[in-house]
C-alpha cells in the first residue's frame, strides 16, 4: 500500500520543488499536469486523515522553506490524498479546492536541506512553520526574530535575561547575519505605538521615541535574511 498526497500552487514552485525534493524521505513528482507529494513516513499511517496532517505538517517545513529560497508568496495546499492498494487500485480520499500564487523567482536547491534541518531541529520548524503563511504582520516578523534569538542564546549558553539580548544581537550581527543596530531598530519599531501605531506589539510606549523607524519591507527582507544565514549556519553544525 502507498500513500500519495496531490498538492497545488504556483506552476513554477511545484516544477523546482519537483527537482530538488527526490528522497524516498521526501519526493514531489509530477504526473501529468498533476504533482504528488510522498514520503516513507506516509506510508506508516492507517488512514487517511492521519496522512493528510501529517502531509499538512510537512507541507508548512517545505512553504517555509520555499519562501525563504523562492520568495513564495503563498503556500502550496493539499489537494487530494489517494491511497494505492497492493492490488493496483486506487481510493480517493480527500479533495481541495485549488489557490495560486504570485512570487518572485528564486532557486530551489536549498529546500531539503531546510526542510531535514527543520526535521531535526524544533526552532527551525517553529520558524518555517511562521514563514509559512507570509510575514504578514510586525508581530509575526517579531515571534520569527525571538525564536533566532532563544536559539542562538541556548547555543551560546547566554541566559534568558533581557541584560543579554544585547550580547545574543551583537552576537548576531558579528556572524554577519544582520547589519550594526539593524536588530536593534526592527524590534524597536515593532515595539513602539508611535512608531507604527495599531500594529505595534505594545500599545503603551517605554523609552526614547525612535528616530528611524523601520519600514515593513525593509523589516521583511531584515528577517529573512537572518532566517536564511541562521539555518545556513545549521549545517555545520
Not at 195 to 206: F, K, L, N, S
Not at 212 to 218: C, H, K, V
Request: hydrophobic share 40%; net charge positive.
Amino acid at each position: 500500500m502507498e500513500w500519495r498526497v496531490y498538492i497545488k500552487g504556483d506552476s513554477y514552485d511545484l516544477e523546482e520543488l519537483s527537482k530538488s525534493l527526490n528522497s524516498p524521505e521526501l519526493c514531489v513528482t509530477k504526473e501529468g499536469k498533476s504533482f504528488i507529494l510522498k514520503s516513507k513516513d506516509f506510508n506508516c499511517l492507517n488512514n487517511s486523515e492521519d496522512v493528510e496532517n501529517e502531509a499538512r505538517t510537512t507541507l508548512a517545513l517545505i512553504n517555509g522553506a520555499a519562501r525563504l529560497t523562492l520568495g513564495m508568496l503563498k503556500p502550496l495546499i493539499v489537494a487530494g490524498v489517494e491511497k494505492v492498494n497492493e492490488d493496483g487500485t486506487r481510493e480517493l480520499a480527500v479533495f481541495r479546492p485549488i489557490i495560486y500564487s504570485v512570487r518572485r523567482r528564486g532557486k530551489a536547491d536549498a529546500i531539503p536541506n531546510c526542510v531535514a534541518i527543520a526535521r531535526e531541529n524544533g526552532n527551525v520548524a517553529k520558524a518555517l512553520q511562521l514563514l509559512s503563511v507570509g510575514p504578514s504582520n510586525w508581530v509575526s516578523l517579531y515571534n520569527i526574530e525571538e525564536i533566532v534569538e532563544d536559539d542562538i542564546g541556548q547555543q551560546c549558553n547566554i541566559a534568558k535575561e533581557k541584560a543579554n539580548q544585547k550580547e545574543i544581537r551583537c552576537y548576531m550581527e558579528k556572524q554577519g547575519w544582520a547589519p550594526e543596530g539593524a536588530i536593534s531598530r526592527f524590534a524597536g519599531t515593532a515595539n513602539k505605538f508611535s512608531a507604527i501605531g495599531y500594529e505595534a506589539r505594545h500599545a503603551v510606549d517605554r523609552g526614547k521615541p525612535l528616530k528611524n523607524p523601520m519600514t515593513f519591507s525593509e523589516a521583511v527582507s531584515l528577517i529573512e535574511s537572518i532566517l536564511r544565514k541562521w539555518i545556513n549556519s545549521k549545517k555545520s553544525l
